[in-house]
């Protein structure tokens, strides 16, 4: 039976990854911080019950240590990060400390401690920032926020580094942006499709947003953790991008997701002045400019025509089928609680 180590593993692509595993027979290690609140939320009782946890952050490397020895992992996947590029602004060492130094820990343990387990490093196109859609493997690397620097530092740091220099296993999978009904609610999709099913129910009469012109290209996370998985069962490590090709706007995914639920909006105004009115024409969505960047990513499109060669990999969600999946999950559950 193989052995698989997930960091980051209470997250949306922790809770389909440790799935996907487990359906294959794996058994599955996952290394959790001790101060989540609800660190299984995420996980139907069936998958949690056959997960071993393993309690533990990448600030510590005694804990990433025992956690390798513990579980003697053939593959380690890691998902670990302070994810959210808006936040990154305002708390930059603390994502440097993650997402950079806590990649160094985690690959330093595993040279100490097992150095032929295969390791998945979750890279992200915002690497990409400023560069030119479509983005592929070739494209060149221009971050704008304290999150893509820190990212592409430890990409190149310990996954080009750590391949070259000491042989080790690793990967880069630079997926582009993949949502979920297990979505975190601070990520634009998800805030989108639950303020619109709030909306819909009576429960809220408005929500605000930032940016809605930023381009990014879609997928159901659910589709990616296979990609992450493929990518750790070839002959040689190599870096993908894994994306669907297709980018729509913020306001798209709004109107998709808002279509879902049978509201029909319409979009007036610019800028700061833009809103959304629904058929009877209250305001349903208004922009405030505290939720925009210091620096946002305008455009992401991926090319991952590499994936589909070599891994044999392509998505498989359209991002239709994707709002719609994410608006109805979210009225479903609105409408289950007292
Ligand atoms: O949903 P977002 O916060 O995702 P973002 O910044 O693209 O990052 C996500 O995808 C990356 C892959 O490219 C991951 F690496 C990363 O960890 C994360 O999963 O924002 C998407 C877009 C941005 O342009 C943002 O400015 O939506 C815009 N936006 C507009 N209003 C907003 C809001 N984003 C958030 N979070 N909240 C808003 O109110």
Redesign the pocket.
Known sequence: MKKALITGLTGQDGSYLSELLLKKGYDVYGLVRRSSNEPFIRFPDSVRKQIKVVYGNLRDTGAIERAIQEAMPDEIYNLAAQ????LSFRIPEATIEIDYYGVGRLVNAVLKVKPDTRVYQAS???MFGKTNPPQNEDSPFQPVSP?GEAKLKAHEDFVKGYRERYGLYICSGF???HESPRRGE????R?ITLSLAKIKLGLQDSFE????G?H?DWGFAGDYVEAMWKMLQQKKPEDFVIATGVSHT?REFVDAAAKALGLKLTFEGRGIDEVARDKKGRIVLRVNPV?Y?PN??DA?RGDASKAQKILGWKPKTSFEDLAKMMAQSDLKELSRKP
Do not use: I, Q
Request: aromatic letters at 14%; a neutral charge; charged letters at 20%.
């Open positions: 994810s959210d590029v808006g992200t196109s915002e999150y997926l582009f942006n601070h990520f634009v999709t805030k947003l930032g940016n809605l930023a990014r913020v939720f960047r946002d990513v992401l």
